[in-house]
Nanobody, 126 residues
Framework: QVQLVESGGGWVQAGGSLRLSCAAS????????MGWFRQAPGKEREFVAT????????YYTDSVKGRFTISRDNAKNTMYLQMNSLKPEDTAVYSC???????????????????WGQGTQVTVSS
């Protein structure tokens, strides 16, 4: 079993920054790819970013490239999402996920992930 707990969400004005964290417990965190997804009200869950088990490979959806940075610290069993230049359209519940499959590159489909956190709300006001 794996437990994922997100933190760091909140309210910020457009142009501001937030750093999300995803703390993992219960399994060998460092062996698995991780991802961030988001879901805005009335919309489907959307891929944001993913990172390989080593942290050496990262992938982003086009709308966040150059603004968001995904990273991980395997010694701390924690993954991060640094979000800069936030826009109102970034408002959503952000969730982290873990993929047990070991596929490479890491998947971008929510259905390919095995464990999920409860999510943290990010609200960006204009």
């Amino acid at each position: 079993q794996v437990q994922l707990v997100e933190s760091g969400g909140g309210w910020v004005q457009a142009g501001g920054s937030l750093r999300l964290s995803c703390a993992a417990s219960g399994r060998a965190f460092s062996r698995y790819a991780m991802g961030w997804f988001r879901q805005a009200p009335g919309k489907e869950r959307e891929f944001v970013a993913t990172i390989s088990w080593s942290g050496g490979s990262t992938y982003y959806t086009d709308s966040v490239k150059g603004r968001f940075t995904i990273s991980r610290d395997n010694a701390k069993n924690t993954m991060y999402l640094q979000m800069n230049s936030l826009k109102p359209e970034d408002t959503a519940v952000y969730s982290c996920a873990l993929d047990l499959s070991g596929t490479y590159p890491p998947p971008a489909r929510a259905g390919d992930y095995d464990y999920w956190g409860q999510g943290t709300q990010v609200t960006v006001s204009s």
